[in-house]
């Protein structure tokens, strides 16, 4: 079974970068989806999948049942798209004017695609059921994952697998870890109320610029004084806007920033934290604040047992040269609420060119993968898969 698999997704790699590097070109932000999302249907609806349109707005699922019955099995893909003017010279650049994907959701998307097509041919061996999940909106919080739950898409499904395609890991390697892997993703605002005036006249105004410049200062020490240095946390000022005259003290500037976490406890101390440093720091400067905490996806935690199956499987798949147990990392992702209602996991597969003297990072307006490893990507979801579902495995 693993080999007919593995000659099997072989003979579509080329069908699936053809699918890659069209949806490459024709990207669609976030809550915005709509002809990904119709070709990703019409590609189940021609295999004889049962298909479910707009399920949470605009996700899509479609559901292969083997000849048997066994467990059910989802695998889910991204397909969201950033707004970024794409800078690469390739045949394949983006054709939609500030917007790229930056992320390898294309990717996703049509290595899902293509282990479909495959698992199609195989169906009369399979005792159980595949539901493949294929997510709006991944990028932009409150994300797509959470509505396509809300409307049912994990219902009677046993376990949830998914992978994230990643350019600056080498090509042949698979990352994994059992517990927390991605963190909570979380966003505030801060809007600084002072008293503009003539910039040869500071004595009269209170200057949002350097109230601002001291609550970024200040805010920086909440991880290093305020958060057990045995947990993780971090705290970025992404921008920070006061624009005015050359000649003229800003009465108003806004902050706006990240903060990433994974344990419960030091989200929420963190929350409560950066409020008292904004308080604290305007009212030193008889000045005022409005502050805003948005809670954005929570942190990504893996469950042991089928964690432990994706390291096993890993080592078995061709192409695999490495198979590690990585180091937890701040990026946020909504596969975070598939795990928090099934039990499953979600690891790295490694995609970067060997010969490539760059790796532009993820959401680089020049960003790439190497497309081997979809195949790679696919082999390792399909003998996860297997696993579940073939009875002499």
């Known amino acids: ?39 990703i249907a ?52 983006s054709k939609v004017d500030g917007a790229m994907h930056a992320c390898g959701h294309d990717g996703h998307t049509a290595t899902l695609l293509g282990l479909a097509k495959v698992f199609n041919s195989m169906k009369e061996q399979l005792s159980g059921t595949i539901v493949f ?70 004595h009269l105004t209170k200057d949002a610029v350097v109230i601002g410049s001291q609550l970024v200062t200040n805010l ?44 419960e406890d030091i989200r929420t101390k963190m929350e409560q934290e950066i409020k008292r440093i904004v308080d604290g720091t305007t009212l030193a400067a008889d000045a005022s604040a409005t502050y805003h905490y948005f809670r954005g996806y929570p942190a990504v935690v893996n469950h042991d047992e089928e964690t432990e199956v994706v390291a096993t499987i890993a080592n078995k798949v061709p192409g695999v040269y490495e198979v590690e147990n990585m180091t937890p990392q701040m990026g946020g992702e909504d596969f975070a609420y598939y795990l928090q209602n099934v039990k499953g996991s979600f690891f790295f597969t490694g995609a970067r060119n060997p010969e490539w003297n760059v790796a532009y990072p993820h959401h680089h307006p020049k960003f790439d993968f190497d497309e081997r490893a979809m195949l790679i990507a696919a082999k390792t979801l399909g003998h996860i898969t297997l696993h579940y579902l073939v009875e002499d495995e």
């Open 1 to 39: 079974m693993r080999e007919q698999l593995n000659k099997g997704l072989d003979s579509v790699y080329s069908e699936m970068v053809d699918i890659r590097r069209y949806l490459h070109q024709y990207p669609e932000l976030s809550f915005q989806e709509e002809n990904t999302p119709a070709y």
């Open 42 to 93: 019409e590609f189940h609806k021609k295999l004889g999948h049962e298909v479910k349109i707009n399920v949470g707005e605009r996700g899509v699922v479609a559901i292969l049942r083997g000849s048997k019955p066994g467990k059910t099995i989802a695998l889910r893909a991204d397909f969201d798209g950033l707004p970024i003017q794409d800078e690469k010279d390739v045949p394949y650049k």
């Open 133 to 202: 999940i294929h997510q709006h909106a991944e990028e932009y919080a409150p994300g797509g994952a959470i509505a396509m739950i809300q409307d049912g898409c994990l219902d009677g499904v046993d376990y949830v697998f998914g992978t994230h395609l990643w350019a600056t890991e080498p090509l042949g390697k698979i990352q994994y870890r059992k517990g927390p892997i991605m963190a909570a993703a979380d966003r505030f605002e801060v809007e600084i109320h002072g008293q503009g005036g003539h910039g040869a006249m500071p």
């Open 220 to 263: 920086q020490q909440l991880v290093s004084r305020r958060v057990d240095p045995l947990k993780a946390a971090v705290l970025s000022i992404g921008s920070f806007e006061a624009k005015n005259a050359f000649n003229v003290i800003a009465d108003s500037a806004k902050l706006i920033g990240t903060v990433r976490t994974f344990d």
